[in-house]
């Protein structure tokens, strides 16, 4: 935010020549507009009853949006699991998502994926029902997506997807005009690339 002071003419003690510059209120600040972006984390967390409540409370709580949410133990062992949770905020949201995530006693670490240039993939089920030419051109738009068939009937087919979340809605909103009829979807998975162990 930037301030704009406001300038007011009558004298008042400790102004200078009649003109006296008073601290901006809340008012007097105009807004800057900060660029809303789309973020990853992944939280390692101990696998433990009620987890995912606080962890979602957090979020809730705010009012902060969720936008996909995957959870699963990853280490049976230290009984941890994985949380990955897809969110969108201005970036001073987004570390402050992170502070209050790391404050939660089961968290045992917080990862930006986006920032630290991890992969991002999601799976979906999506089915479309279709005779003829449609049928045909659904088929085809699957192969360039190198999307698998799992299940066909005479008038339907349901493929099996995956890759970035960019690629899935693509290929979701080509096969809405050939007979989209439902789409499964697991929610956005995370890994950081290198040798290092999340955990």
Same mark, same amino acid.
């Given at each position: 935010?930037?301030? *704009?002071?406001? *300038?007011?003419?009558?004298?008042?003690?400790?102004?200078?020549?009649?003109? /006296?510059?008073?601290?901006?209120?809340?008012?007097?600040?105009?807004? *800057?507009? @900060?660029?809303?972006?789309?973020?990853?984390?992944?939280?390692?967390?101990?696998?433990?009853?009620?987890?995912?409540?606080?962890?979602v409370?957090l979020?809730?709580?705010?009012?902060?949006?969720? @936008?996909?949410?995957?959870?699963?133990?990853?280490?049976?062992?230290?009984?941890?699991?994985?949380?990955?949770?897809v969110?969108?905020g201005?970036?001073?949201v987004? @570390?402050?998502?992170?502070?209050?995530?790391?404050?939660?006693?089961?968290?045992a670490?917080?990862?930006?994926?986006?920032?630290?240039?991890?992969?991002? /993939?999601?799976l979906?089920?999506?089915k479309?029902?279709? *005779?003829?030419?449609?049928?045909?051109?659904?088929?085809?738009?699957?192969?360039?997506?190198?999307? /698998?068939?799992?299940?066909?009937?005479?008038?339907?087919?349901?493929?099996?997807?995956?890759?970035a979340?960019?690629?899935?809605?693509?290929?979701?909103?080509?096969? /809405?005009?050939?007979?989209?009829?439902?789409?499964?979807?697991?929610?956005?998975?995370?890994?950081?690339?290198?040798?290092?162990?999340?955990?």
């Amino acid at each position: 935010m930037t301030r *704009t002071p406001r *300038t007011r003419t009558a004298a008042r003690p400790g102004a200078r020549n009649g003109v /006296r510059e008073d601290p901006a209120s809340a008012y007097d600040m105009t807004q *800057t507009e @900060e660029a809303v972006e789309r973020r990853t984390l992944a939280c390692i967390v101990d696998n433990e009853p009620g987890v995912l409540g606080r962890v979602v409370g957090l979020f809730s709580a705010r009012g902060y949006n969720i @936008e996909s949410l995957t959870v699963a133990e990853i280490d049976r062992n230290a009984r941890q699991s994985r949380i990955t949770i897809v969110t969108s905020g201005t970036n001073h949201v987004l @570390e402050q998502i992170e502070q209050q995530l790391l404050r939660l006693v089961p968290v045992a670490k917080v990862i930006d994926v986006t920032q630290s240039g991890g992969i991002e /993939r999601e799976l979906a089920l999506v089915k479309v029902a279709g *005779t003829g030419e449609k049928r045909v051109e659904a088929l085809r738009i699957a192969e360039i997506f190198r999307a /698998r068939v799992i299940d066909t009937t005479n008038e339907s087919f349901i493929f099996e997807v995956t890759g970035a979340s960019a690629k899935i809605d693509q290929f979701i909103e080509l096969m /809405r005009p050939l007979g989209l009829v439902e789409v499964s979807r697991t929610g956005v998975l995370s890994i950081q690339r290198g040798k290092e162990k999340a955990g």
